[in-house]
């Protein structure tokens, strides 16, 4: 039995499979311009959460279409609070022919944080810290068997 997550998704954004979890896909129309930082033009992915946080009670992975930041770096493609049980996924720096494989693999990430699991040194594992989307696309979308043990030992 694979950890359980919930994905809440726009209308724009098609559904993908999530390998590594049992996921719930439900789409909802989310407001992505109540977040924006008026003075970057980009969401600010900690003020995203905490706002998404009050209305989850298991682990659950929201997709944003904006570009995200968190304070003192450029930008992130998500964030993740594991005490809130939330994290979110920002497309914009997603974009382009490998969108639905970076989608997952994002997805993938931030749900591996929801569920303990920190950066891996593995340049394959979907845990491995993206720094850029090179980063991203080098990577798998699936957990390496270190982070794999982690995973189930914190989920059962």
Known sequence: MRPRLTVVAPPSV??????????????????????????????????????????VNTPTVFILECDGYYPGLNFVFGLAVPHLKTAVVFTARLRGPQFRERLVKEITHEAGHLYGL???????????????????????????????????????
């Not at 920190?118 to 993206?130: A, K, L, R, T």
């Open 14 to 55: 098609e559904t993908v499979v999530i390998p590594e979890f049992d996921v719930v896909w439900l789409v909802k129309e989310l407001d992505a311009s109540r977040y924006v930082d008026p003075l970057r033009g980009q969401c600010r992915a900690d003020a995203v959460v905490k706002a998404l946080s009050r209305s």
């Open 118 to 156: 920190g950066h891996c040194s593995d340049p394959s594992c979907v845990m491995y810290f993206s720094n850029s989307i090179y980063d991203t696309d080098r990577k798998s979308a699936f957990f390496c068997e270190r982070c794999r043990r982690r995973l189930y030992a914190f989920f059962r």
